[in-house]
């Protein structure tokens, strides 16, 4: 079936360590995100992009960078993670086909920053 | 600032009632407003949307109405089960961009 898939699943790393999640489709969409979620606060955005070549920053994307190496992936790149980036992360598709629609949800990275 | 409101934040329930969940959003050209259910462990999944063409939309136990001269919209679940507990979400494309703004949950929880 096609999906979004992230990887790592979990991670923990040390304060100032440079870390990257990765997030592949299979759905054929050209538009991905990349949001956090923590508790009490909702989906934030931290980049978005519409094609390969199209990278914009989200309402939280200091201390963050991501790549669109190719329609169908989109990396996350922490420079240097502190703790206050310990949050699940999740990629999410959508169709410009339809102009805005609903978003598919990759199952999620747990990072943790120590 | 451009932001999403929900109400409440927790909601328990009996099985067999009926759940209602708020949204209000800031800026009059939004005109997309998806529901997402994330079930504990899972990822946010779309239940249901509405553009702003329409004012009420139905599928099954579940409706979202929109009022959109008040920029709120309500998702509505009738005879609750258990397995409806989970967390739902609301989000609006606000100033009609193609990104989603998220309101900051509503735990539901469904006795039996």
């Known amino acids: 079936d096609a999906d979004v898939t992230q990887t790592p699943r979990n991670r923990i790393t040390k304060t100032g360590k440079r870390i990257m999640l990765e997030c592949s489709q299979t759905?054929?969409?050209?538009?991905m995100y990349w949001y956090r979620q923590d508790p009490g606060l909702g989906l934030r955005l931290i980049y978005y992009s519409f094609d390969v070549k199209d990278i914009n920053k989200g309402e939280i994307s200091d201390g963050y960078s991501v790549s669109r190496q190719a329609q169908a992936k989109f990396s996350l790149s922490l420079e240097s993670a502190i703790p206050n980036q310990t949050a699940l992360y999740f990629c999410?598709?959508?169709?410009?086909?339809?102009?805005?629609?609903?978003?598919?949800f990759g199952s999620g990275t747990r990072l943790t920053v120590v | 600032g451009e932001n999403v409101e929900q109400h409440p934040s927790t909601l328990s329930v009996q099985e067999g009632d009926s759940a209602v969940i708020k949204c209000t959003y800031s800026d009059s050209a939004s005109n997309y407003f998806p529901w997402y259910k994330q079930e504990l462990g899972k990822r946010p999944q779309l239940i249901i949307d509405i553009r702003s063409n329409v004012g009420e939309k139905k599928d099954q136990r579940i409706a979202v109405t929109l009022n959109k001269t008040a920029k709120h919209f309500s998702l509505h679940i009738t005879e609750t089960q258990p397995e409806d507990s989970a967390v739902y979400f609301c989000a609006a494309n606000l100033s009609g961009y193609s990104t989603l703004t998220f309101g900051k949950g509503t735990m539901l929880l469904v006795s039996p």
């Open positions: 999410a598709t959508s169709d410009s086909g339809q102009g805005v629609g609903g978003y598919t």
């Open positions: 759905k054929g969409h050209d538009r």
